[in-house]
T-cell receptor
């Protein structure tokens, strides 16, 4: 049973560029949440997708957007990258949308903005 | 707004010694509480969770945590630490508006041989 997978593992971008990160949820899960973890800090909630819609959003600007596909996989897009966007981006999956509290995390994508 | 505080940024214990990691939360209703562990370069692994009921919860890898409403705390304990327990530990509270998790800043555990 595959767990949560994320791609790519690492990437390096330049300020002002755009980036897309991908996540496949654990088998049987239908809800995907994205978190940003800056170095030395705890993860911060970006947003959650369920039934292909954004259901909840944390305190992140509109430069951060996402999408969920019919197979429940998800993408996180960040436009106009800033140096401060450098972080580990974690995807978490769960079942049942807002009614589920047990989240399984992927290994993350390390984004470096230069 | 909900928040989580982990007062200890770093803790060093000797292998075989007992461990307690502190977590204090701020939340208006009955909280949903979690402890996660993160090894270097890895994602987060759920150790245990508290939703309701018995205030002492057992988790994986020999960890347990106790919910104390009067102290707004959810401290993680282990009676005997192993070298493989060295990692970063995060306490989190879940929102009753969904399952958005709010994490503390983490405690880095080092284990001396």
């Amino acid at each position: 049973d595959a767990g949560v997978t994320q791609s790519p593992t690492h990437l390096i971008k330049t300020r002002g560029q755009q980036v897309t990160l991908r996540c496949s949820p654990k088998s049987g899960h239908d809800t995907v949440s994205w978190y940003q973890q800056a170095l030395g800090q705890g993860p911060q909630f970006i947003f959650q997708y369920y039934e292909e819609e954004e259901r909840q959003r944390g305190n992140f600007p509109d430069r951060f957007s996402g999408h969920q596909f019919p197979n429940y996989s998800s993408e996180l897009n960040v436009n106009a990258l800033l140096l401060g966007d450098s972080a580990l981006y974690l995807c978490a999956s769960s079942f049942g949308g807002r009614g589920s509290y047990e989240q399984y995390f992927g290994p993350g994508t390390r984004l470096t903005v230069t | 707004a909900q928040s989580v505080t982990q007062p200890d940024i770093h803790i060093t214990v000797s292998e075989g010694a007992s461990l307690e990691l502190r977590c204090n939360y701020s939340y208006g209703a009955t909280p949903y509480l979690f402890w996660y562990v993160q090894s270097p370069g890895q994602g987060l692994q759920l150790l245990l969770k508290y939703f309701s009921g018995d205030t002492l919860v057992q988790g994986i890898k020999g960890f347990e945590a106790e919910f104390k409403r009067s102290q707004s705390s959810f401290n993680l304990r282990k009676p005997s630490v192993h070298w493989s327990d060295a990692a970063e530990y995060f306490c989190a509270v879940g929102s009753n508006a969904g399952n958005m998790l709010t994490f503390g800043g983490g405690t880095r555990l080092m284990v001396k041989p």
